[in-house]
Structures are given as structure tokens and as C-alpha cells.
């Protein structure tokens, strides 16, 4: 069969790859969906006793224990390793990926973290479609798309949410939106949303009621768009410095799980809202149920921002997108309820508008996908009717987020390393290309002790203007000699005879090593106004890159990538 | 441009031991020898198809004050130039790439089970990973320092011999070594592994008698075995016949791993011809 | 099927620039014994998709190509003799003729004819003696076959605009799918159109048996020069 399926033709091939992914990344979803019910339900017996707040610093742990010494994944959470390996290694994953975090974001969350199951659910998927892509013998490029199929399917299972799937695998982690991407990312989803409604029913998970939106609703978004960017802001800045000074903790990775765990569930004890992946407080707050005061709706939204920087940041296994849902309805409700006390007079549209307004808002400004945001809270809520809403306050709350934040979650830690490069970009390009293709190794190399005569013999033979200098001894670099200095006095028959050539060469100069990447060495070629230079590894001579040597390639490279 | 040779270095006796092994094969071979010193449990190796993930045990993050130091003297002991590999990227902050564009890489016979279990006829699964990915041959040097004077190929006529052959031949080239090819007729005439060499390209050898043929039609392979002299660099090809033979059959490189204590140089089925 | 070596130096870059992009998926690739291969003809068409220049004289001779050029007068003979071509001026026969031209049908002759015109237009191919060689500016690569002569011979003498002035009574038209095969033709027509012996043989020439059996002789005795 599959050589049958290599005969293909490529795109039929994909789309029927893209099938099978979508199958199994689905499976992933729904069996930690089932997972995560099943332990719940079993834990909810114990939960009355007082010493249920050690539950999450248990969970922490365990989850911890398990990533490193059961599974021995050292990863992070997931979704910039996804990226990472879409913009840097082929959507290449390890097959152990595809189980690890699920395990361990189960542990975390059902008892009782503060994390969602979507970051572990997307990397399972992705690194179920690499896998499939690699056994059907796939290459670099399709494979990528079979890592995005894989994700979209995991999205789409968990939420029952096709379309979200789609936008965020194309806005978040491929980063383009070409057809070779989107036909086979959408059918992957459709498959996966189709798989979890057979295995557990088709619900909407926070159906809405009907809206009478006003006028007076609209110009609020604005002002719950703002709002939600700064909450998104601080819960991104409050994640990061937690994981930060976590790390900074004495001790192994699993006790300063089960710190973070003790923390969350001391809060717990207090506030149960903030505990896990917190559903049932969107649940209420999007049926209107949800009673508390502008007081206590700050607080319990600060709350649940404090545990999931606490149960992420610590090394929890679990996801964002679930903690930014609930602390977005927290969000819409504390400003709905503001909005009340405010202008009473106004009939408003309500806290489950502003609720969902709210979950949109933050999730769009903490992944700064606006589309992913709109989508995800439409579908989850089946209220098509607040999309102008929804999109408004999703685009101001990116705007205003990135003028803070200049990225998403996701990305913060690739561009810290350099590693995030977006597809079709001049980065794109040069991280492509290496520099041994590029290396030019036609040159005549000449000795120190040479006389200029013999110098002129060799650049009547060569098609040069560079000649590098080399200790005949030790075979070390010395310099070169530039055809453009000596060009004047070449040919006087006095001086070929008396000047040697260590005379005339130049020893300062900025050489490359092999391994230096291109970005580097144009900084080079910008700043010394070089046209070449020499790749000098380990005090030997290699070889010369040159601008035009790179022009050449880097437009076959353009060339190369182009879909047609 | 000079061939690289990746190790990964071990600050115990037995590390110490290996890099000694890695550094006599680049002194011999004018091959940069370039050293990564783990500060982590785990590295990845990206390779076409798959990624290895090596776990290594726990030994070569042993005292880390003193490893740099330690590799430094025994590189320079064999009189090569020291060089340390820093990892560029990483796949997650625990989690280093090391780059795979190298031409060698020296391996234990284990890397991340306990190196207790270095004996005779265990390759550990890592190694195996490595093996059957690489574009480059694999290293795996005795557990004690022993040096080689001699290169012996082993040769079975198939396409995963010839590359050996071809790594056999490159190696007795730069050392200037005599090159001995092992071969067990077994039932062909010499004609079939002559016509393989011809095919390979090693036409010129076989003309200029440049290797002693150890040509057995007949004994046991692991009888004859005992001819290989013990002093010679072992090259041998793996994986040649497919994977579901190997699995029932076991393949010719594990006889020969099993076998011999001799310094082995094992050429994948991913190295280029 | 080309191996990675010769699909490199078809594409004029190094193999590890083509290994990787046989591991990226951007070359059509087929394995073949675990080796990756690429089928010579969907990389010639995929590259000519992109606008990627192909070093074609680096091919491997797979189709035999002798290195020998053939002779002239299979040349001659494949690109077919025809007589009473008509028109009037140089334009209109060199449209009528290069529809003559024996390629396969799905290639549009009227490109070939606008080449000739254009060509043309730069300076008289009418070498004079009432002869003129009719030929694309640029060798066309995509030539299915290494070159062609389609003689024509004109119903009426044409005013080519020659360096002596004669009118032109046969063309041959010559496309060649190299530059080298394009000198070697031209300087082997010409060497034949020196002989007096064979313009006269062409000024009278009925059958397309006559002019063929004059180039071989001509070629004999060219060879044994």
C-alpha cells in the first residue's frame, strides 16, 4: 500500500494522509478528554477533606516525576517545540511526544492545576502527524503540513471546534495561509471533529442564549477590549517571571512541581474557581449564573491568573488556552459588573456577552491570533450572532497587547533564541542555506616566503582577486593578499624581484568559521563592505564565500520554494 | 577541508579511555576532533527520518568542573588541537541539538545504559539509532585504550559492504596502513565478490593488489575470525539485507561485534557510497 | 533517472545543495534501492516551471547521444526537403516554411516562424549565391531532437536583402538545440556552399534524393579533408 500511495499524486497523497492523522490526533483528544473526566470524578470523593490541597502539589509532581524519569521528556510545554520544529528541523517530532505531555498535563490538571489540556493535545497531535508523515516516507515539506494537520485535528477534537483548528494551526504555528497548507489542515480537522462527535456527541461545550445588542454594547467593547489586553499582558508577563524565578529554585524539577502545586491548592481552599481547568466557571458566568460582586469578580480573576502562572510556571504539564477562557469570562464579568454599578440605566446585553466578548479578548491577546480567538469563542459558544463584537474586541486587544508584548506566548522563547523564522522571509531563506553549499574552494593558495614574481605567475592563471596566505608548515592562515592593493606596483620588474608576498598581504581580517550562520556573516560583508571573505576553521584555510556566490544560490533558493 | 570526528566525552576513567581511542584515530587519520561535553541528560540528534533522542547515563555529566580541563590534556597528549562543540540550538532549554554534519562519531557501545555494560555482544539501543540514521560511520572503540596498525574491511559483496570497503580503503589511504578485506565465501565463487569490487569502483585496488584478501571458502565465520589480526581498525557495513532478516537471522555486523575486541568502525545503511 | 551527482551538475549547484533539497521535498524524487533518484524528465519540467537553468550538455548520455555530431545530410534528411514553397518577400516564406518545419504538433510553429522573422530582422541570413540559412537567435533548448535542416526550395526567387544582392531560391532552415551544433551545421553548409559544383546541383535540383546524395559526397570528402 505504500508504495501504491507514493505514486500519488502529491496533493492526494497529503489529503489522505491528512485523514489518518486526523483519526488519531482526534483519539489523542477524546482519550484525554475521557481521562481527564474519569480521574475528576474519582478525586471529587475526596475533595471535601481538608487535606485536598495537597492534590495539585501531588498532581505537580507526579505529572513532573513521569515527564522525566517515566517518559524521559525533557521539553517544555509543547507548542513552541511544535513551531520550532515546523520553522527549523522538518516537522520532525519524537514519537515519545506524542504521549508524554498528555499523561502528564492528566496528572496536573485533574488534580486540580491550573492549566488547560490544549498545548499537551496539540503536541501529541503534531507529533502523531510527523510520525505518520515519516512512516509514509514523506519529506521535509509535507511533513510539515502533516505536523499542522495533526495540530488542527487536536484542536478541533478537544473544542468540537473545526474552524478553530484550521486558524490556529495556520495563524499560531505554520504561520502562512497557502492552499498546499489549507486543504489538507482542513480536512484533518473536519475528520477529527467527525471522530469526537462519534465517540462523545456533538454539544456546543457553553451554549449562549439570544443577545438584544445595543449601541451602547458596542462602544463598551471597546473599553472590555482594552481591558482584556491588559489582563492578557499581565498574565503573560506574570508567567514569565514565575517560570523564571522557578527555575532559579534549588532542587529538582518535580519538588518545585509540588510548589506550585501546594501554592494553587492553598488557593483552592479559599477560591474552588480556580482550580483545574476551570469549564464550569465559563459554564455559569455564559448562563447567567454566575453572582458575585465587582469586588469578588476582581478577585477571583486575579486569583486564577496567580494559580495558572503558579501551576504552569512551576513545571506543570498543561496549556493556556483553557486558563485564558476562564480568566477572559472573568474578565467580561468583572467589567459587565462595573459597567452595571456605573450606568444602571443602560439595559445591557449581559454577563454572558461580556463573558464571551472577555474570553476573546484575552485569548486573542495572549497568542496574538486574533482570528483564533474569534473563531474558537464562536464555536465554543455557537452564538454566530456576536461576531462583530467578538472580532472588534479580538482586533483592538491584539493591537493593543503587541504595542506591550511584541509576541505571543508561544513565540517569546523561539525569538529569545533566534530560532522563530516565519516562512517565505529572508531569514527564511539564508537558514536554508549553509556554508559548505556555499564555499568556494578554487583558490590558489600562496606561501608567505613567495616572491611577487611568482604571486604574478599565479594570478595570470587564476580568475581571482583574492589569494589567501598559508604557513607552509603548520598549513595555518596568515592572511590574504588583495589583487586590488598590489595592482599598481605588480608589474614593476624591480619589485617582483625584492618583495615578498607576507609584504604586501593583509593579516587583520575578518574571517568566518564554518559553522557561523549567514545572518552573521552578512553582518560581516554590511560592516566591513567585504565582497568576500575567507572560512577559516580551527587556524586553516577552508575556502572563500563571496556575495555573488550567495546571490546565485539564494536565488535558486527563492526559486526553489516557489508552490506550482 | 578536514574531516570531523564527534565524541561525546565522559569524565570517568572509561571516558577517559574513549577519547583516547578517538584521539588516536584522528592523530592517524588528520581528522579535527571535535568534542561535545554534556551538560544535560538528554541530546538530539535530528537526523533525516528520525530523531534520536540520546539519554546518556548519568556518568557523563559527572563532575563537570573538571571535564573541559581533563579532555584538554588528553587531546593534547596525542598532539591534536583541542576542540569543543558548543550546542547552537536547542529544542527546548534542556534539550541541545548537536549537528550531525560530521564525517565520524565515536560511540561507546553504550551510551546511556550504565557503562558497566560495555562487554562483548551489546550495542546498546541508542547506539543502534545512531547507526542506522547516520550519514557518517560510527567509531565504537574498545573499552581500554588500544591502538591499531592495520585497517581490516569486512567484505560480503552486498552494496552496504561496498560502502565499507570504501571507508576501509579512504582510512588505509590518510594512514597509510596496510588494508587487509575479510571475506567468508559463502557458496559464491571469488569471481561474484571480485565482480562487486569492480562494481564499486575498486577496480584499481584489486589490479594493484593494494589489500591482502583473507578469503575463507571454507570453516566457520567466527573460526576464521581468529585470523584477523589483532592490532587492525575493523570495518564492517550494517544493516545490508533489509530489517526483517536482520531481526530473524541477526546480520553479519553482529557476528562480527559479538566476535571480535578489535576497534570497529560500523558504516550504516544511510552513509553515502 | 538521474542520480543525486549528475541531477547536481544538471542544475549547476552542489550536492549537498541538492541532497537537502531532495530531504526538504522540493525536487521531484524517487527511491529506488533506498536511493533517492530523479526522473530526468520531470525534473527537466519542473525546472522549467521555476525558470532554474538546466546545464543541459551535462547530461549523461542516456539517450545515446554520440559525441560525434551526426552528418549533415541526415540532418538534412530529417528536417524534410520540400520545393515550390510560395510568397513574396522574406516574412512570408519564412512563415510558410517554418509551418514545413516536421516537429511534433503540439508545438506552435508560428513561435518558430516569429523567431526566424525576428532573427532576420537583425541582419540577412541570405549568405549570398541565392542561398540563405534562415535561424532562431538563441539555440532553442527545448528542441526535441539535437537539430534540424528543412530545406526549402522557393516557387519564385525572394529578395533576402543578400550581401551580394541575389535573390534567394532556397532556404534551409536550421535549428539546433546547442550553439556548438549550431556552428558545426553552419560551417559545414557553408563550406558545401563554396563548391560551385554544389550550387549548381541545387539550382537544379528536382528530387530530394539528388540534394542528399550531393551532401554525402560532399561530406566524404569534407571528412577525409
Same mark, same amino acid.
Given at each position: 500500500?505504500?508504495?501504491?500511495?507514493?505514486?500519488?499524486?502529491?496533493?492526494?497523497?497529503?489529503?489522505?494522509?491528512?485523514?489518518?492523522?486526523?483519526?488519531?490526533?482526534?483519539?489523542?483528544?477524546?482519550?484525554?478528554?475521557?481521562?481527564?473526566?474519569?480521574?475528576?470524578?474519582?478525586?471529587?470523593?475526596?475533595?471535601?477533606?481538608?487535606?485536598?490541597?495537597?492534590?495539585?502539589?501531588?498532581?505537580?509532581?507526579?505529572?513532573?516525576?513521569?515527564?522525566?524519569?517515566?517518559?524521559?521528556?525533557?521539553?517544555?510545554?509543547?507548542?513552541?517545540?511544535?513551531?520550532?520544529?515546523?520553522?527549523?528541523?522538518?516537522?520532525?517530532?519524537?514519537?515519545?511526544?506524542?504521549?508524554?505531555?498528555?499523561?502528564?498535563?492528566?496528572?496536573?490538571?485533574? #488534580?486540580?492545576?491550573?492549566?488547560?489540556?490544549?498545548?499537551?493535545?496539540?503536541?501529541?497531535?503534531?507529533?502523531?502527524?510527523?510520525?505518520?508523515?515519516?512512516?509514509?516516507?514523506?519529506?521535509?515539506?509535507?511533513?510539515?503540513?502533516?505536523?499542522?494537520?495533526?495540530?488542527?485535528?487536536?484542536?478541533?477534537?478537544?473544542?468540537?471546534?473545526?474552524?478553530?483548528?484550521?486558524?490556529?494551526?495556520?495563524?499560531?504555528?505554520?504561520?502562512?495561509?497557502?492552499?498546499?497548507?489549507?486543504?489538507?489542515?482542513?480536512?484533518? #480537522?473536519?475528520?477529527?471533529?467527525?471522530?469526537?462527535?462519534?465517540?462523545?456527541?456533538?454539544?456546543?461545550?457553553?451554549?449562549?442564549?439570544?443577545?438584544?445588542?445595543?449601541?451602547?454594547?458596542?462602544?463598551?467593547?471597546?473599553?472590555?477590549?482594552?481591558?482584556?489586553?491588559?489582563?492578557?499582558?499581565?498574565?503573560?508577563?506574570?508567567?514569565?517571571?514565575?517560570?523564571?524565578?522557578?527555575?532559579?529554585?534549588?532542587?529538582?524539577?518535580?519538588?518545585?512541581?509540588?510548589?506550585?502545586?501546594?501554592? %494553587?491548592?492553598?488557593?483552592?481552599?479559599?477560591?474552588?474557581?480556580?482550580?483545574?481547568?476551570?469549564?464550569?466557571?465559563?459554564?455559569?458566568?455564559?448562563?447567567?449564573?454566575?453572582?458575585?460582586?465587582?469586588?469578588?469578580?476582581?478577585?477571583?480573576?486575579?486569583?486564577?491568573?496567580?494559580?495558572?502562572?503558579?501551576?504552569?510556571?512551576?513545571?506543570?504539564?498543561?496549556?493556556?488556552?483553557?486558563?485564558?477562557?476562564?480568566?477572559?469570562?472573568?474578565?467580561?464579568?468583572?467589567?459587565?459588573?462595573?459597567?452595571?454599578?456605573?450606568?444602571?440605566?443602560?439595559?445591557?446585553?449581559?454577563?454572558?456577552?461580556?463573558?464571551?466578548?472577555?474570553?476573546?479578548?484575552?485569548?486573542?491577546?495572549?497568542?496574538?491570533?486574533?482570528?483564533?480567538?474569534?473563531?474558537?469563542?464562536?464555536?465554543?459558544?455557537?452564538?454566530?450572532?456576536?461576531?462583530?463584537?467578538?472580532?472588534?474586541?479580538?482586533?483592538?486587544?491584539?493591537?493593543? #497587547?503587541?504595542?506591550?508584548?511584541?509576541?505571543?506566548?508561544?513565540?517569546?522563547?523561539?525569538?529569545?533564541?533566534?530560532?522563530?523564522?516565519?516562512?517565505?522571509?529572508?531569514?527564511?531563506?539564508?537558514?536554508?542555506?549553509?556554508?559548505?553549499?556555499?564555499?568556494?574552494?578554487?583558490?590558489?593558495?600562496?606561501?608567505?616566503?613567495?616572491?611577487?614574481?611568482?604571486?604574478?605567475?599565479?594570478?595570470?592563471?587564476?580568475?581571482?582577486?583574492?589569494?589567501?596566505?598559508?604557513?607552509?608548515?603548520?598549513?595555518?592562515?596568515?592572511?590574504? %593578499?588583495?589583487?586590488?592593493?598590489?595592482?599598481?606596483?605588480?608589474?614593476?620588474?624591480?619589485?617582483?624581484?625584492?618583495?615578498?608576498?607576507?609584504?604586501?598581504?593583509?593579516?587583520?581580517?575578518? #574571517?568566518?568559521?564554518?559553522?557561523?550562520?549567514?545572518?552573521?556573516?552578512?553582518?560581516?560583508?554590511?560592516?566591513?563592505?567585504?565582497?568576500?571573505?575567507?572560512?577559516?576553521?580551527?587556524?586553516?584555510?577552508?575556502?572563500?564565500?563571496?556575495?555573488?556566490?550567495?546571490?546565485?544560490?539564494?536565488?535558486?533558493?527563492?526559486? %526553489?520554494?516557489?508552490?506550482? | 577541508?578536514?574531516?570531523?570526528?564527534?565524541?561525546?566525552?565522559?569524565?570517568?576513567?572509561?571516558?577517559?579511555?574513549?577519547?583516547?581511542?578517538?584521539?588516536?584515530?584522528?592523530?592517524?587519520?588528520?581528522?579535527?576532533?571535535?568534542?561535545?561535553?554534556?551538560?544535560?541528560?538528554?541530546?538530539?540528534?535530528?537526523?533525516?527520518?528520525?530523531?534520536?533522542?540520546?539519554?546518556?547515563?548519568?556518568?557523563?555529566?559527572?563532575?563537570?568542573?573538571?571535564?573541559?580541563?581533563?579532555?584538554?590534556?588528553?587531546?593534547?597528549?596525542?598532539?591534536?588541537?583541542?576542540?569543543?562543540?558548543?550546542?547552537?540550538?536547542?529544542?527546548?532549554?534542556?534539550?541541545?541539538?548537536?549537528?550531525?554534519? !560530521?564525517?565520524?562519531?565515536?560511540?561507546?557501545?553504550?551510551?546511556?545504559?550504565?557503562?558497566?555494560?560495555?562487554?562483548?555482544?551489546?550495542?546498546?539501543?541508542?547506539?543502534?539509532?545512531?547507526?542506522?540514521?547516520?550519514?557518517?560511520?560510527?567509531?565504537?572503540?574498545?573499552?581500554?585504550?588500544?591502538?591499531?596498525?592495520?585497517?581490516?574491511?569486512?567484505?560480503?559483496?552486498?552494496?552496504?559492504?561496498?560502502?565499507?570497503?570504501?571507508?576501509?580503503?579512504?582510512?588505509?589511504?590518510?594512514?597509510?596502513?596496510?588494508?587487509?578485506? !575479510?571475506?567468508?565465501?559463502?557458496?559464491?565463487?571469488?569471481?561474484?565478490?571480485?565482480?562487486?569490487?569492480?562494481?564499486?569502483? !575498486?577496480?584499481?585496488?584489486?589490479?594493484?593488489?593494494?589489500?591482502?584478501?583473507? !578469503?575463507?571458502?571454507?570453516?566457520?565465520?567466527?573460526?576464521?575470525?581468529?585470523?584477523?589480526?589483532?592490532?587492525?581498525?575493523?570495518?564492517?557495513?550494517?544493516?545490508?539485507?533489509?530489517?526483517?532478516?536482520?531481526?530473524?537471522?541477526?546480520?553479519?555486523?553482529?557476528?562480527?561485534?559479538?566476535?571480535?575486541?578489535?576497534?570497529?568502525?560500523?558504516?550504516?545503511?544511510?552513509?553515502?557510497? | 533517472?538521474?542520480?543525486?551527482?549528475?541531477?547536481?551538475?544538471?542544475?549547476?549547484?552542489?550536492?549537498?545543495?541538492?541532497?537537502?533539497?531532495?530531504?526538504?521535498?522540493?525536487?521531484?524524487?524517487?527511491?529506488?534501492?533506498?536511493?533517492?533518484?530523479?526522473?530526468?524528465?520531470?525534473?527537466?519540467?519542473?525546472?522549467?516551471?521555476?525558470?532554474?537553468?538546466?546545464?543541459?550538455?551535462?547530461?549523461?548520455?542516456?539517450?545515446?547521444?554520440?559525441?560525434?555530431?551526426?552528418?549533415?545530410?541526415?540532418?538534412?534528411?530529417?528536417?524534410?526537403?520540400?520545393?515550390?514553397?510560395?510568397?513574396?518577400?522574406?516574412?512570408?516564406?519564412?512563415?510558410?516554411?517554418?509551418?514545413?518545419?516536421?516537429?511534433?504538433?503540439?508545438?506552435?510553429?508560428?513561435?518558430?516562424?516569429?523567431?526566424?522573422?525576428?532573427?532576420?530582422?537583425?541582419?540577412?541570413?541570405?549568405?549570398?549565391?541565392?542561398?540563405?540559412?534562415?535561424?532562431?537567435?538563441?539555440?532553442?533548448?527545448?528542441?526535441?531532437?539535437?537539430?534540424?535542416?528543412?530545406?526549402?526550395?522557393?516557387?519564385?526567387?525572394?529578395?533576402?536583402?543578400?550581401?551580394?544582392?541575389?535573390?534567394?531560391?532556397?532556404?534551409?532552415?536550421?535549428?539546433?538545440?546547442?550553439?556548438?551544433?549550431?556552428?558545426?551545421?553552419?560551417?559545414?553548409?557553408?563550406?558545401?556552399?563554396?563548391?560551385?559544383?554544389?550550387?549548381?546541383?541545387?539550382?537544379?535540383?528536382?528530387?530530394?534524393?539528388?540534394?542528399?546524395?550531393?551532401?554525402?559526397?560532399?561530406?566524404?570528402?569534407?571528412?577525409?579533408?
Amino acid at each position: 500500500m505504500l508504495r501504491y500511495l507514493n505514486k500519488l499524486n502529491e496533493r492526494l497523497q497529503l489529503i489522505f494522509i491528512a485523514v489518518v492523522v486526523g483519526i488519531f490526533a482526534a483519539m489523542a483528544s477524546v482519550a484525554l478528554n475521557r481521562g481527564l473526566v474519569m480521574v475528576f470524578e474519582w478525586l471529587s470523593h475526596f475533595r471535601s477533606h481538608w487535606y485536598a490541597f495537597v492534590f495539585p502539589a501531588l498532581g505537580a509532581a507526579l505529572s513532573s516525576i513521569f515527564l522525566h524519569y517515566v517518559a524521559k521528556d525533557y521539553g517544555g510545554h509543547g507548542v513552541p517545540e511544535v513551531i520550532y520544529s515546523i520553522s527549523r528541523r522538518g516537522g520532525l517530532l519524537r514519537l515519545r511526544s506524542s504521549y508524554s505531555r498528555l499523561v502528564a498535563c492528566l496528572l496536573t490538571i485533574a #488534580s486540580g492545576g491550573s492549566a488547560g489540556p490544549e498545548a499537551p493535545v496539540v503536541i501529541s497531535g503534531a507529533s502523531i502527524g510527523s510520525n505518520i508523515g515519516t512512516f509514509f516516507r514523506l519529506k521535509d515539506r509535507q511533513r510539515i503540513v502533516t505536523v499542522g494537520c495533526g495540530a488542527a485535528a487536536a484542536i478541533a477534537a478537544i473544542f468540537n471546534a473545526p474552524v478553530t483548528g484550521i486558524v490556529f494551526t495556520l495563524e499560531a504555528i505554520v504561520g502562512e495561509w497557502s492552499p498546499t497548507h489549507l486543504i489538507p489542515v482542513s480536512i484533518a #480537522s473536519v475528520v477529527a471533529t467527525e471522530v469526537s462527535r462519534i465517540m462523545q456527541g456533538n454539544q456546543i461545550p457553553f451554549e449562549s442564549r439570544l443577545f438584544h445588542i445595543s449601541y451602547w454594547d458596542l462602544a463598551a467593547c471597546i473599553g472590555l477590549a482594552v481591558l482584556a489586553a491588559l489582563v492578557s499582558i499581565i498574565l503573560m508577563r506574570l508567567l514569565r517571571h514565575l517560570s523564571g524565578s522557578f527555575k532559579h529554585l534549588p532542587g529538582l524539577p518535580w519538588m518545585r512541581a509540588a510548589v506550585g502545586g501546594i501554592i %494553587v491548592g492553598l488557593m483552592g481552599l479559599i477560591l474552588p474557581q480556580v482550580l483545574g481547568e476551570g469549564y464550569e466557571v465559563i459554564r455559569t458566568i455564559i448562563e447567567e449564573e454566575f453572582s458575585s460582586g465587582i469586588l469578588l469578580a476582581g478577585v477571583i480573576l486575579a486569583a486564577k491568573m496567580a494559580a495558572t502562572a503558579f501551576t504552569i510556571g512551576s513545571g506543570g504539564s498543561g496549556g493556556l488556552f483553557a486558563p485564558c477562557l476562564v480568566v477572559g469570562s472573568l474578565t467580561g464579568l468583572f467589567f459587565h459588573q462595573i459597567l452595571a454599578t456605573a450606568l444602571p440605566a443602560v439595559n445591557w446585553a449581559g454577563q454572558s456577552y461580556f463573558g464571551l466578548l472577555g474570553m476573546a479578548g484575552v485569548i486573542s491577546g495572549v497568542l496574538q491570533a486574533p482570528m483564533t480567538g474569534v473563531f474558537l469563542v464562536v464555536e465554543i459558544t455557537g452564538s454566530y450572532q456576536v461576531l462583530l463584537s467578538v472580532v472588534l474586541v479580538a482586533v483592538i486587544s491584539v493591537t493593543v #497587547s503587541q504595542f506591550f508584548e511584541p509576541s505571543s506566548v508561544y513565540h517569546q522563547e523561539l525569538i529569545a533564541r533566534g530560532e522563530l523564522v516565519k516562512p517565505r522571509t529572508d531569514r527564511h531563506i539564508l537558514s536554508n542555506l549553509n556554508m559548505v553549499e556555499i564555499l568556494e574552494t578554487d583558490c590558489h593558495v600562496v606561501r608567505p616566503a613567495m616572491r611577487l614574481k611568482q604571486l604574478v605567475d599565479i594570478v595570470q592563471r587564476s580568475h581571482r582577486n583574492y589569494f589567501p596566505v598559508e604557513d607552509p608548515d603548520s598549513g595555518d592562515f596568515l592572511g590574504m %593578499v588583495y589583487l586590488d592593493d598590489i595592482r599598481s606596483y605588480l608589474f614593476d620588474p624591480y619589485l617582483q624581484d625584492t618583495v615578498l608576498v607576507e609584504q604586501v598581504m593583509e593579516r587583520n581580517i575578518e #574571517s568566518v568559521s564554518l559553522d557561523e550562520d549567514l545572518e552573521r556573516v552578512f553582518e560581516i560583508f554590511d560592516r566591513t563592505g567585504a565582497w568576500s571573505l575567507p572560512v577559516v576553521q580551527d587556524g586553516k584555510f577552508l575556502g572563500l564565500i563571496s556575495k555573488a556566490t550567495i546571490l546565485d544560490h539564494y536565488r535558486k533558493e527563492l526559486l %526553489v520554494n516557489e508552490d506550482t | 577541508m578536514k574531516k570531523q570526528l564527534l565524541h561525546v566525552f565522559r569524565n570517568t576513567p572509561f571516558g577517559r579511555e574513549v577519547l583516547m581511542q578517538s584521539a588516536y584515530f584522528c592523530r592517524k587519520t588528520d581528522t579535527l576532533l571535535r568534542v561535545y561535553i554534556p551538560r544535560f541528560r538528554q541530546f538530539l540528534m535530528y537526523f533525516q527520518h528520525e530523531i534520536a533522542t540520546i539519554e546518556l547515563d548519568k556518568s557523563f555529566l559527572r563532575d563537570p568542573q573538571t571535564a573541559q580541563e581533563h579532555a584538554e590534556q588528553i587531546i593534547r597528549s596525542e598532539g591534536l588541537k583541542p576542540s569543543f562543540l558548543t550546542p547552537k540550538r536547542y529544542t527546548a532549554s534542556t534539550l541541545p541539538d548537536i549537528p550531525i554534519d !560530521f564525517d565520524y562519531m565515536t560511540c561507546p557501545r553504550s551510551i546511556s545504559d550504565l557503562s558497566t555494560r560495555i562487554s562483548l555482544g551489546h550495542l546498546g539501543p541508542k547506539v543502534r539509532v545512531i547507526i542506522r540514521n547516520a550519514h557518517f560511520p560510527v567509531l565504537i572503540p574498545t573499552p581500554v585504550y588500544k591502538q591499531w596498525n592495520s585497517i581490516t574491511v569486512f567484505f560480503g559483496g552486498s552494496r552496504n559492504a561496498r560502502k565499507a570497503m570504501r571507508v576501509g580503503a579512504e582510512l588505509a589511504r590518510v594512514t597509510g596502513m596496510p588494508l587487509y578485506v !575479510f571475506t567468508q565465501a559463502e557458496g559464491r565463487p571469488r569471481q561474484y565478490y571480485e565482480r562487486s569490487l569492480v562494481e564499486g569502483g !575498486f577496480e584499481d585496488l584489486l589490479k594493484n593488489k593494494s589489500f591482502e584478501w583473507m !578469503f575463507f571458502e571454507k570453516g566457520k565465520v567466527r573460526i576464521n575470525f581468529y585470523q584477523v589480526p589483532h592490532d587492525s581498525l575493523v570495518i564492517v557495513g550494517a544493516y545490508g539485507h533489509g530489517m526483517i532478516k536482520e531481526v530473524l537471522f541477526g546480520s553479519f555486523m553482529e557476528e562480527v561485534q559479538t566476535v571480535l575486541p578489535n576497534n570497529m568502525v560500523i558504516v550504516g545503511p544511510e552513509v553515502a557510497m | 533517472m538521474l542520480t543525486i551527482d549528475n541531477a547536481a551538475k544538471l542544475l549547476g549547484m552542489p550536492k549537498t545543495t541538492v541532497m537537502r533539497w531532495v530531504r526538504q521535498g522540493k525536487l521531484p524524487t524517487r527511491e529506488v534501492n533506498n536511493q533517492p533518484m530523479i526522473p530526468q524528465e520531470e525534473l527537466i519540467r519542473w525546472a522549467r516551471k521555476r525558470n532554474i537553468f538546466l546545464h543541459r550538455d551535462m547530461l549523461p548520455p542516456a539517450r545515446k547521444r554520440s559525441s560525434k555530431p551526426e552528418s549533415l545530410s541526415s540532418v538534412v534528411e530529417r528536417g524534410g526537403i520540400f520545393f515550390n514553397v510560395k510568397g513574396r518577400t522574406p516574412t512570408e516564406v519564412l512563415k510558410r516554411s517554418a509551418q514545413l518545419v516536421p516537429l511534433s504538433p503540439e508545438i506552435d510553429k508560428s513561435f518558430i516562424a516569429d523567431l526566424l522573422i525576428q532573427r532576420e530582422k537583425l541582419a540577412s541570413t541570405g549568405i549570398g549565391k541565392g542561398v540563405a540559412i534562415p535561424h532562431p537567435r538563441y539555440p532553442l533548448e527545448s528542441l526535441e531532437v539535437p537539430a534540424l535542416i528543412t530545406t526549402c526550395f522557393l516557387a519564385e526567387p525572394v529578395d533576402f536583402k543578400a550581401i551580394d544582392g541575389k535573390p534567394v531560391f532556397v532556404l534551409f532552415v536550421l535549428l539546433s538545440s546547442t550553439t556548438k551544433l549550431h556552428l558545426h551545421y553552419l560551417s559545414r553548409l557553408s563550406f558545401c556552399l563554396r563548391e560551385p559544383k554544389f550550387v549548381g546541383m541545387l539550382s537544379r535540383c528536382k528530387e530530394p534524393a539528388d540534394l542528399l546524395s550531393s551532401l554525402r559526397e560532399m561530406e566524404t570528402s569534407m571528412d577525409d579533408a
